[in-house]
């Protein structure tokens, strides 16, 4: 069982910027892959950007590729997402989600495992 807290979000104007972040434990392994997922009123979750540990491979969604930039910190087994040049469209619930096991990210998050409660992030216009 893996432990999710997420911090950060808030409401900001088009063009500001925020940092998400997750910290998730125990992780029983190295080897994992952390993330973050967001969903709008009326729209399905996606994955919006996630990071590998096995290769520090990751992955953006094509809206915020940029825009977004994550981070890990492995001893802390946390991971920031920065999120900067924010639209109203950026605005939903952002779960942070995070499986285990090696992966190498190529066109995609991988699904996560465990999630956390979610943050709310608005944007306006």
């Known amino acids: 069982q893996l432990y999710i807290v997420e911090s950060g979000g808030g409401s900001v104007q088009a063009g500001g910027s925020l940092t998400l972040s997750c910290t998730a434990s125990p992780f029983s392994t190295n080897y994992y892959v952390i993330g973050w997922f967001r969903q709008a009123p009326g729209k399905p979750r996606e994955g919006v950007s996630c990071i590998s540990s096995t290769d520090g491979s990751t992955y953006y969604a094509h809206s915020v590729k940029g825009r977004f930039t994550i981070s890990r910190d492995n001893p802390e087994n946390t991971a920031s997402l920065q999120m900067s040049d924010l639209k109203p469209e950026d605005t939903g619930v952002y779960y942070c989600?995070?499986?285990?096991?090696?992966?190498?990210?190529?066109?995609?998050?991988?699904?996560?495992?465990?999630w956390g409660q979610g943050t709310q992030v608005n944007v306006s216009s």
């Open positions: 989600a995070a499986r285990e096991g090696r992966y190498h990210l190529v066109g995609g998050c991988i699904n996560g495992v465990y």
